[in-house]
């Protein structure tokens, strides 16, 4: 059974840092790409950033500046570093996996483009 674990989260002042963390692990399992997705109170679920198993990262522009995905895909590993928080950054934050079995076309901002997720780790920033 592969299970998805995120960590990290907590509750900051605006300005401030987290950085979160995800493993993935199951008997051979092996992925192509790792993303953090987020949901805030009454919104859709949204990507925050993807990486694929050739190692370039993509960042959805809502962040870009302000975090920093880094890992080791071929160890199921994935951390995003999130600085200069706001309060709108307020959500809870999912890690997902994308196994080479999925056969459909890969788009990495799309949950569907993602077989397994976490639990999620929650993020508050106050003002």
């Known amino acids: 059974q592969v299970q998805v674990v995120e960590s990290g989260g907590g509750s900051v002042q605006a300005g401030g840092s987290l950085r979160l963390s995800c493993v993935a692990s199951?008997?051979?399992?092996?992925?192509?790409?790792m993303a953090w997705f987020r949901q805030a109170p009454g919104k859709q679920r949204e990507c925050v950033g993807a990486r694929p198993w050739t190692g370039g990262t993509h960042y959805s522009d809502f962040l870009r500046g302000r975090s920093t995905i880094s890992g080791d895909i071929p160890k199921n590993t994935m951390d995003l570093q999130l600085n200069d928080l706001k309060p709108e950054d307020t959500a809870v934050y999912y890690c997902?996996?994308?196994?080479?079995?999925?056969?459909?076309?890969?788009?990495?901002?799309?949950?569907?483009?993602?077989?397994?997720w976490g639990l999620g780790t929650q993020v508050s920033v106050s003002s």
């Open positions: 997902a996996a994308r196994s080479w079995s999925l056969a459909h076309g890969f788009t990495w901002s799309s949950e569907s483009s993602y077989d397994f």
């Open positions: 199951g008997p051979t399992l092996s992925l192509y790409a």
